[in-house]
């Protein structure tokens, strides 16, 4: 850690998350490592020492519908989660280390309680890519892959549904998902009706500055992305998650940023838009886009905007881009052969509670996909009820872009561009 | 004792068979880890090479050439910087590890010990927070930098070394330094000082000494020493990634991009292939340029 003083115990929470998401390897390793000693004691008792909360939601099960012509089938367990670092809300000592460990979350503990069902949670996503890489194979041979539910974003949700490798969520278990989902998370080309994946959590990419040093370097804050890419190169970082820098790319070049309508050519466009500035010397980074900003190295940058949310630095920016912006969702999906179908259908339910919901939130600091969830966090963080980062106003809505889903053909001409410019 | 001599040792047949196999028996824990763990894994890793398709669609065996020639032909500057940052940095380590080592082979007197403690120390240190500390170290506004530029002035306000080529050879240098220092700190340990206060019986100045009988036994550690710092360094990708820009990729860089950027296995494999296959020849190269025979005993 460089620099940047007095982090909130969740900034660290956030680094070690994002910096999975942009595949570090060796980091992950490290901290896969940590995962894996951090969750190895799956088979405890339901309710552990510490943190035992009383459940929030009433005690009939808001998973059943009245209406419900047969009898539900009981909970079985362990749920085996599997979800990204830090990516839920943590107590104590796994809250400042932003690693769970059995017994640190209040929602999986009050989950337990609630169902009388074991979880065995793990933070064992550090990329999408290379967990995929360890259920392919299952999937594709239709044996079970160990998961009962897992979170991934958009492109990699919308390949395994599109390939038939996730189970069907029957609406009448999820009743809470079905009325909280917001409405402008509905209708997704890949699962338009919700029927294999809700939201866990979005996110969305944009420019990221710090006020102040921007002001002590004599430059403008940047509103666009035309003024970004204006910004000497070398003070300048882009992401190095693709589908980001190529979607704000595309926006920048006044192109659409919808995959139905990209091209090949269109990402080839962005590449030499963009080429130019890699020989100047701009650079590619994930999270550490915070220590470089902390550092003065980088005066502004592609950014994701729970970093941002959460950072605590004074000064720290997220503008929306007068262009658009960028946003992605992880999203809860239950593999084909889950073990524990019903029970990972309670858990999708019980997390779209808004109590629960606000709960995570008030931790991760990410755009809520539930609705409800800002009434409900206002009783426990009235700050973050009317933070933009989680709760977007309308306006930000309205310039929402999804540049995820790409055909096999834009994904690997992305891959090999992408790693052009980064000399990868 | 008596029995013994009483009946000689007649080679039983087992006994025999033992004295046969014992050699490959006492191998066997070792051959088994090296065929399981390397020559296996390499074969695999040859046949994925000369495979064809995707993550999703499985890969198979088509013995096509083009990843090979695709991995020879398609990376020339990752390549070349690998090779310059490589040959760089194990000179520069080979410049820094030498004065080190005789210091403390021929010095170090009691402190040998704490000495040769404090070169293994960061080792203590995971890898990754090393280099992530030259980041630091090396940052614009960096205990260095700050002192040249606001303290000294000597250094113009935008002057930056961080995610130039000279940071990547910096990290790699002091990454692999102890690598250099202990085969040379072993070979110049073993010189017996007899043959130095011979040699100044002879007439053999300071110089002479040094050129004629210290360097030529070291050559063993030299030979050793620039071996283990100059493979691992051809293979970095940590230090291309984490000091350097997209301007000083390594092939490291490309072999973790194509395996998990794209997932394109086939050329990944290939380049590990060529990697691991040109380092060979040049060790072997190096090794009949300095004549083993002579340096391994």
Same mark, same amino acid.
């Given at each position: ?6 982090? &909130? ?18 980091? +992950? ?42 009898? /539900? ?41 609630? @169902? ?22 299952? /999937?594709?041979? %239709?044996?079970?892959? +160990?998961?009962? =539910? ?5 492109? =990699? ?23 909280? &989902? ?15 994946? @809700? ?67 269109? =990402? ?8 130019? =500035?890699?020989?100047? %010397? ?25 970093? /941002? ?5 004074? +000064? ?7 262009? %658009? ?39 991760? @600091? ?33 310039? @929402? ?21 980064? +000399?990868? | ?33 090296? $065929? ?13 090479? $000369? ?7 499985? !890969?198979?065996?088509?013995? #096509? ?7 020879? !032909? ?15 940095? #194990? ?39 090393? #280099? ?53 700190? $072993? ?71 194509? !395996? ?38």
């Amino acid at each position: 850690m460089s620099e940047h003083d007095q982090p &909130l115990p969740r900034f660290n929470a956030e680094l070690t998350r994002r910096r999975f998401l942009q595949g570090s390897a060796l980091a +992950g390793f490290g901290a896969f490592l940590a995962a894996c000693g951090a969750s190895t004691g799956g088979g405890e008792s339901p309710t552990p020492a510490g943190s035992v909360f009383v459940p929030t939601a009433p005690p009939v099960a808001t998973a059943a519908p009245s209406t419900a012509p047969t009898p /539900l089938p009981s909970p079985t367990g362990p749920l085996k989660f599997a979800n990204w670092p830090a990516y839920i809300d943590l107590a104590g000592k796994a809250g400042t280390a932003g690693v769970y460990a059995p017994g640190s979350s209040p929602t999986i503990e009050q989950f337990k309680k609630k @169902y009388g069902v074991d979880v065995d949670y793990e933070e064992k996503i550090e990329d999408n890519k290379t967990f995929y890489a360890t259920i392919q194979p299952q /999937l594709q041979a %239709g044996t079970a892959t +160990g998961w009962d =539910l897992i979170v991934i974003t958009d492109w =990699l949700a919308a390949k395994v549904i599109s390939k038939n490798w996730a189970e069907q969520i029957i609406p009448a278990d999820v009743p809470n998902a079905v009325a909280n &989902l917001q409405d402008s998370l509905k209708g997704r080309v890949w699962d338009a009706n919700n029927d294999y994946h @809700y939201p866990w959590q979005s996110g969305m990419t944009g420019i990221g500055f710090n006020t102040n040093d921007l002001k002590a370097a004599g430059i403008t804050p940047p509103t666009s992305l035309q003024e970004l890419w204006a910004i000497k190169p070398s003070k300048v970082s882009f992401l190095t998650e693709s589908r980001d820098t190529f979607g704000l790319g595309l926006l920048k070049l006044g192109k659409s940023a919808d995959p139905a309508q990209t091209t090949t050519d269109d =990402l080839q466009a962005v590449h030499d838009d963009i080429k130019p =500035l890699v020989t100047q %010397g701009l650079i590619f980074a994930g999270n550490e886009y915070l220590e470089n900003f902390a550092a003065k190295k980088t005066w502004a940058a592609m950014v994701w905007s729970g970093d /941002l949310a959460s950072s605590g630095t004074a +000064g720290d920016t997220f503008q929306v881009p007068d262009e %658009g912006v960028m946003i992605w969702t992880d999203n809860m999906v239950i593999p084909k052969g889950a073990v524990n179908k019903y029970t990972a259908e309670l858990m999708i339910n019980f997390v779209y509670d808004p109590k629960i919901a606000a709960q995570i939130e008030d931790y991760v @600091y990410y755009v809520c996909p539930v609705k409800g969830a800002d009434v409900e966090i206002k009783k426990i963080d009235p700050s973050a009820a009317t933070n933009p980062l989680i709760f977007p106003t309308p306006d930000m809505v309205a310039k @929402y872009h999804n540049f995820q889903f790409l055909s096999d053909d834009l994904e690997t001409a992305l891959d090999n561009l992408y790693l052009d410019l980064t +000399g990868g | 004792m008596t029995a013994l001599q009483a009946s000689p040792p007649r080679p039983s047949s087992l006994r025999r068979w033992l004295s046969l196999l014992g050699p490959y028996l006492l191998l066997a824990p070792g051959l088994i880890w090296l $065929v399981y763990f390397f020559v296996w894994p390499a074969a695999q890793m040859f046949l994925m090479a $000369v495979s064809s398709g995707s993550l999703d669609n499985g !890969f198979k065996l088509t013995w #096509t050439l083009t990843p090979l020639h695709d991995a020879l !032909f398609n990376f020339p500057t990752q390549w070349s910087h690998s090779l310059l940052y490589g040959a760089i940095s #194990t000179s520069l380590d080979f410049l820094i590890g030498f004065p080190v080592a005789y210091t403390i082979a021929f010095r170090g007197g009691r402190y040998k010990n704490l000495l040769l403690f404090l070169v293994i120390a960061p080792f203590f240190t995971s890898f990754l927070i090393r #280099t992530i500390s030259w980041q630091i170290l090396l940052g614009d506004e960096g205990p260095i930098l700050s002192f040249l530029k606001h303290t000294l002035g000597v250094v113009p306000e935008e002057f930056s070394i961080l995610y130039s080529p000279f940071a990547v050879i910096a990290g790699l240098t002091y990454n692999f330094l102890p690598f250099m220092i202990l085969p040379l700190y $072993v070979a110049l340990e073993k010189i017996d000082p007899a043959l130095l206060e011979a040699s100044g019986d002879l007439y053999g100045g300071r110089w002479q000494t040094f050129r004629k009988v210290t360097f030529p036994l070291a050559l063993p550690g030299v030979f050793a020493g620039t071996i283990l710092t100059f493979i691992p360094t051809m293979g970095d990708y940590v230090n291309a990634e984490l000091l350097g820009s997209p301007q000083t990729r390594m092939i490291g860089n490309v072999i973790q991009g194509r !395996f998990l950027q794209t997932n394109d296995y086939p050329i990944a494999s290939a380049l590990s292939f060529v990697l691991m296959a040109g380092i060979l020849l040049a060790v072997f190269i190096y090794a009949r340029a300095l004549g083993t025979e002579d340096l391994t005993g």
